[in-house]
């Protein structure tokens, strides 16, 4: 008796298309990240705080305890320095690349950097140029995140705003001496009125010179015409907008709290010090154990998975701040370990005021 067969095809394939929030290029091939790596290239130098916590992440991520990375360097680099600039790119853009290239026994390790580095669908690497993309063998390391199945995601992902509100309110700031230290004024000559050309002339000025903040605290001088020749041209200066000195202290702060914040960093350690907090105590003793335990020993167990995986030993070295008696001698041992430069250091004891 024949009877018919059933064909079942593979139960383990995945039948999905994750794309979620990213999208093909032109080609339809390569997968573009989520976030605009452009912007986030900029945000680095936007503000010292968003700075100083990327970099400080990075150098706490890339303290080596044992590694074989060195048999797999070109000649002239350290672990030390490739894990620090593989670290760096994955705190500011949550992805991080290397080129390896050789065989599969023997073979190198080359920094890739994130900021032109793509993905394809099957999570092949390239490195994006002006004309073309190049494909390459590596490795691809990122913060999992909903938002997308080929990119990572920053810690500081909805601090972006903030981040860039402060660098705005910088130059708006910068501007004030700029454009002669004077406030907001409007000056008007009264006796007639505007003909239509003076109007839409006016109103052009007003559009390509005061609108953004590289136009903040220009004056403005408005003309009404030549008058009728019996009445005396009146003259009046008037504010047409003001803002207080504490306003913008108030902006700042809060965003600074906000970035800092974003990154899960102790604020004392990216210059933010409180007088009143300053002392003998071991306060940022606490905080920086807190944040070892939540925040960086969490991703050296996925660094360290992921070189393994790569077929590079790698242990990284916690920094221990339970080990210390007070502040005082914290600092001292980040400095030691390079985590710290000593005029950062006086900033965290205070010393630098």
């Given at each position: 008796?024949?009877?018919?067969?059933?064909?079942?095809?593979?139960?383990?394939?995945?039948?999905?298309?994750?794309?979620?929030?990213?999208?093909?290029?032109?080609?339809?091939?390569?997968?573009?990240?989520?976030?605009?790596?452009?912007?986030?290239?900029?945000?680095?130098?936007?503000?010292?705080?968003?700075?100083?916590?990327?970099?400080?992440?990075?150098?706490?991520?890339?303290?080596?305890?044992?590694?074989?990375?060195?048999?797999?360097?070109?000649?002239?680099?350290?672990?030390?320095?490739?894990?620090?600039?593989?670290?760096?790119?994955?705190?500011?853009?949550?992805?991080?690349?290397?080129?390896?290239?050789?065989?599969?026994?023997?073979?190198?390790?080359?920094?890739?950097?994130?900021?032109?580095?793509?993905?394809?669908?099957?999570?092949?690497?390239?490195?994006?140029?002006?004309?073309?993309?190049?494909s390459l063998e590596g490795g691809h390391f990122m913060y999992d995140t909903i938002l997308?199945?080929?990119?990572?995601?920053?810690?500081?992902?909805?601090?972006?705003?903030?981040?860039?509100?402060?660098?705005?309110?910088?130059?708006?700031?910068?501007?004030?001496?700029?454009?002669?230290?004077?406030?907001?004024?409007?000056?008007?000559?009264?006796?007639?009125?505007?003909?239509?050309?003076?109007?839409?002339?006016?109103?052009?000025?007003?559009?390509?010179?005061?609108?953004?903040?590289?136009?903040?605290h220009k004056t403005l001088i408005l003309t009404t015409g030549q008058g009728n020749g019996?009445?005396?041209?009146?003259?009046?200066?008037?504010?047409?907008?003001?803002?207080?000195?504490?306003?913008?202290?108030?902006?700042?702060?809060?965003?600074?709290?906000?970035?800092?914040?974003?990154?899960?960093?102790?604020?004392?350690?990216?210059?933010?010090?409180?007088?009143?907090?300053?002392?003998?105590?071991?306060?940022?003793?606490?905080?920086?154990?807190?944040?070892?335990?939540?925040?960086?020993?969490?991703?050296?167990?996925?660094?360290?998975?992921?070189?393994a995986e790569h077929g590079i030993e790698l242990e990284l070295r916690p920094f221990d701040?339970?080990?210390?008696?007070?502040?005082?001698?914290?600092?001292?041992?980040?400095?030691?370990?390079?985590?710290?430069?000593?005029?950062?250091?006086?900033?965290?004891?205070?010393?630098?005021?």
């Amino acid at each position: 008796m024949h009877g018919k067969k059933l064909v079942v095809k593979s139960s383990t394939e995945s039948r999905q298309r994750p794309l979620g929030e990213d999208s093909l290029n032109l080609n339809g091939r390569i997968v573009e990240p989520y976030l605009n790596y452009d912007v986030l290239r900029a945000l680095y130098a936007y503000n010292t705080y968003h700075k100083r916590s990327i970099k400080l992440k990075a150098l706490l991520l890339s303290q080596i305890e044992k590694t074989n990375m060195d048999k797999f360097l070109p000649f002239g680099m350290t672990p030390k320095r490739f894990l620090y600039k593989f670290m760096l790119n994955a705190e500011t853009y949550g992805s991080a690349f290397f080129e390896r290239a050789g065989t599969q026994s023997n073979f190198c390790l080359y920094h890739l950097n994130s900021y032109t580095a793509r993905v394809d669908r099957e999570h092949h690497i390239y490195q994006r140029s002006s004309t073309e993309h190049v494909s390459l063998e590596g490795g691809h390391f990122m913060y999992d995140t909903i938002l997308s199945d080929f990119y990572g995601e920053p810690d500081y992902i909805e601090a972006i705003n903030q981040i860039v509100t402060l660098y705005k309110a910088d130059r708006y700031n910068t501007k004030f001496f700029d454009n002669g230290g004077k406030p907001d004024l409007a000056i008007i000559f009264e006796d007639s009125d505007p003909s239509d050309e003076q109007l839409e002339a006016i109103t052009e000025y007003m559009r390509t010179n005061f609108k953004g903040y590289d136009n903040a605290h220009k004056t403005l001088i408005l003309t009404t015409g030549q008058g009728n020749g019996e009445n005396k041209p009146a003259i009046r200066i008037e504010e047409i907008g003001k803002v207080e000195d504490m306003s913008f202290e108030k902006l700042k702060k809060v965003g600074r709290d906000e970035i800092i914040a974003a990154h899960g960093v102790p604020p004392r350690l990216v210059g933010v010090v409180d007088p009143n907090a300053l002392g003998g105590g071991g306060e940022l003793v606490s905080q920086l154990h807190m944040f070892n335990q939540t925040s960086i020993q969490p991703k050296m167990e996925l660094v360290e998975e992921f070189f393994a995986e790569h077929g590079i030993e790698l242990e990284l070295r916690p920094f221990d701040a339970t080990a210390f008696k007070d502040d005082a001698d914290l600092v001292s041992g980040l400095v030691q370990t390079g985590i710290l430069t000593p005029a950062e250091a006086k900033n965290v004891l205070g010393w630098g005021k």
